[in-house]
């Protein structure tokens, strides 16, 4: 059974920055895709970032320049590092894997003004 891990969310300071990691576990193959999502309060979740396994990613308008995601090779593990944080990055972020559509449970990420 495929279950999927996220750590490293926390409450920083308008500008500062967080490194959010993601494990994979339990299976026998490498995700073609793993990405972030978020979810504000009283907001649909959208997506954040995501990563092939040959490096392709894709970012959301609003976190391009400030957000990178990475790949550690094929292993099924995701980063994404956050920095230039504004309040309104202020949401549960969320790991998925692709094509088989695993999440977390999510992560608090919380930016203080």
């Known amino acids: 059974q495929v279950q999927v891990v996220e750590s490293g969310g926390g409450l920083v300071q308008a500008g500062g920055s967080l490194r959010l990691s993601c494990v994979a576990s339990g299976s026998t193959f490498s995700f073609t895709a793993m990405g972030w999502y978020r979810q504000a309060p009283g907001k649909q979740r959208e997506l954040v970032a995501t990563?092939?396994?040959?490096?392709?990613?894709n970012y959301a308008d609003s976190v391009k320049g400030r957000f990178t995601i990475s790949r550690d090779g094929n292993k099924n593990t995701v980063n994404l590092q956050m920095n230039s944080l504004k309040p309104e990055d202020t949401a549960v972020y969320y790991c998925?894997?692709?094509?088989?559509?695993?999440w977390g449970q999510g992560t608090q990420v919380t930016v203080s003004s």
């Open positions: 998925r894997t692709f094509p088989m559509n695993y």
């Open positions: 990563i092939n396994t040959v490096g392709v990613t």
